[in-house]
């Protein structure tokens, strides 16, 4: 997991730290369509003739996959597994130059973020990627500029991407994006496996270890656990149910959809990793039956529920739990007390930030429509009473001054000469999403 984590978004420009790298470009602000040719202005400073950045078609599939493996060196199982199921649900955009494919970057959709009482449209950044012999040329900076302005356009409410490497937070940071996901490893040491978990506090490397023999199952929840039994005998459909149905509970947690969960689940079963969770004992599934789907309908129709469910990724000697959900809490502990007494090795899995555990930044957040995005702010914050000046050197839609007052923002056409803040857009990402400590997971990290 961590050695393709590394390399997922291995470029924004592809280079180490760089002096260049916190300087902010000036991209031209106008929104152009998803087809067009830029004529560099300077062709012999760069030896460009020509570039051409547009949405990719299903006919250029193989030359986009030469480039991924080029630039992220997966295994060709995965780059197929990852094809097959994104080829139509994902939209890439890319670069052309001197006749060939040589940068994408790709729009993962239908995600959704809940914020003020209502989901948020949001898409997922990933496998940005530029050929070596192309980069430091400007030509993922166009691109995400671009891409940027054509969700701006479509309407969409969020951009979030997960930066592979530290030094590409600055890189992203140019971009309006803000490193508002934040979140801290816990390591629990399997060393009692007839004892269940209780967090202590994070220590200051941002790190948990937590002896799995510091708490018994209390004793008013033995009768409930009797009637539970440990199983990974679980089929796809019971386990995107439980995971769609469970996620919606917590707030400000990235929503998944019917997309992207069958390509988490091939990536979990591709990379070796184990589904494992509880289920009631009012029918058990048949341990022989070899059809997941059958398995899944005989659970749903005669007993025998899925109670609780962990996603669970090698990390050599290790487990990393990548999801845990159940429908009660009392079903998670259980859950996690009885993965102790069937996974060899020590568990671990990453916590959202809290007030007292802030955790580390992993993942960046990019608000498209700043006019909605403050309405939504103003419904959360009614006590509110200011006027802002935001600055989006990406969107200029999204420049101008609002004034939120009584629950409500309006935009202010002629420009104020005193105005109670002034934001640029990665601020005003930070302002409005940190507070509520956005998280999200299961990601293709």
């Given at each position: 997991?961590?050695?393709?984590?590394?390399?997922?978004?291995?470029?924004?420009?592809?280079?180490?730290?760089?002096?260049?790298?916190?300087?902010?470009?000036?991209?031209?602000?106008?929104?152009?369509?998803?087809?067009?040719?830029?004529?560099?202005?300077?062709?012999?400073?760069?030896?460009?003739?020509?570039?051409?950045?547009?949405?990719?078609?299903?006919?250029?599939?193989?030359?986009?996959?030469?480039?991924?493996?080029?630039?992220?060196?997966?295994?060709?199982?995965?780059?197929?597994?990852?094809?097959?199921?994104?080829?139509?649900?994902?939209?890439?955009r890319g670069t052309c130059m001197d006749g060939k494919l040589v940068s994408t970057l790709y729009r993962m959709e239908n995600y959704l973020f809940p914020y003020a009482e209502e989901y948020l449209s949001t898409t997922y950044f990933y496998a940005l990627a530029t050929l070596p012999e192309y980069r430091n040329r400007g030509t993922m900076s166009r691109l995400i500029t671009e891409t940027l302005n054509e969700l701006y356009t479509e309407g969409e409410s969020l951009a979030i991407l997960i930066p592979?490497?530290?030094?590409?937070?600055?890189?992203?940071?140019?971009?309006?994006?803000?490193?508002?996901?934040?979140?801290?490893?816990?390591?629990?040491?399997?060393?009692?496996?007839?004892?269940?978990?209780?967090?202590?506090?994070?220590?200051?490397?941002?790190?948990?270890?937590?002896?799995?023999r510091e708490v018994t199952p209390k004793a008013a929840n033995r009768r409930k656990e009797e009637n539970l039994v440990y199983t990974e005998e679980i089929s796809r459909e019971e386990a995107m149910e439980l995971l769609l149905c469970e996620m919606k509970r917590r707030k400000a947690y990235l929503q998944h959809s019917l997309t992207d969960l069958p390509m988490v689940l091939d990536d979990l079963?591709?990379?070796?990793?184990r589904l494992c969770g509880l289920r009631s004992k009012g029918s058990e599934l048949q341990a022989e039956?070899?059809?997941p789907q059958a398995r899944g309908k005989e659970s749903?129709?005669?007993?025998?529920?899925?109670?609780?469910?962990a996603l669970l990724y090698p990390q050599e000697e290790n487990w990393l739990i990548g999801e845990w959900v159940g429908r009660?809490?009392?079903?998670?502990?259980?859950?996690?007390?009885?993965?102790?007494?069937?996974?060899?090795?020590?568990?671990?899995?990453?916590?959202?930030?809290?007030?007292?555990?802030?955790?580390?930044?992993?993942g960046m957040a990019r608000l498209i429509h700043v006019e909605r995005w403050l309405a939504a702010y103003a419904r959360v914050r009614s006590e509110l009473s200011l006027t802002l000046?935001?600055?989006?050197?990406?969107?200029?839609?999204?420049?101008?001054?609002?004034?939120?007052?009584?629950?409500?923002?309006?935009?202010?056409?002629?420009?104020?000469?005193?105005?109670?803040?002034?934001?640029?857009?990665?601020?005003?990402?930070?302002?409005?999403?940190?507070?509520?400590?956005?998280?999200?997971?299961l990601m293709l990290e």
């Open positions: 997991m961590e050695q393709r984590k590394s390399k997922r978004e291995s470029d924004a420009q592809g280079l180490k730290p760089q002096p260049w790298a916190h300087q902010r470009e000036h991209p031209q602000q106008d929104k152009l369509p998803g087809d067009w040719l830029l004529k560099e202005s300077s062709p012999q400073e760069r030896g460009i003739r020509e570039r051409e950045c547009r949405k990719l078609t299903e006919m250029e599939v193989e030359e986009r996959k030469r480039l991924w493996q080029t630039c992220f060196h997966d295994d060709p199982t995965y780059i197929e597994l990852f094809f097959r199921h994104f080829h139509t649900s994902s939209v890439c592979a490497e530290p030094w590409l937070f600055d890189y992203y940071a140019r971009f309006g994006f803000s490193p508002v996901f934040r979140r801290s490893l816990q390591t629990l040491c399997t060393n009692s496996p007839n004892r269940a978990f209780q967090p202590q506090q994070t220590t200051s490397r941002g790190q948990e270890t937590t002896p799995l079963s591709w990379g070796e990793g039956s070899n059809e749903q129709e005669g007993g025998g529920e899925l109670r609780a469910l009660t809490e009392e079903e998670e502990v259980q859950l996690l007390h009885l993965l102790s007494q069937h996974v060899t090795g020590t568990l671990c899995r990453y916590l959202p930030a809290t007030a007292a555990q802030p955790g580390r930044p992993f000046q935001i600055h989006d050197p990406q969107i200029a839609d999204n420049n101008g001054c609002f004034c939120i007052d009584k629950g409500k923002c309006l935009r202010i056409e002629a420009p104020l000469s005193n105005v109670d803040r002034t934001l640029d857009i990665s601020q005003l990402a930070d302002e409005i999403l940190s507070p509520i400590n956005p998280y999200m997971s």
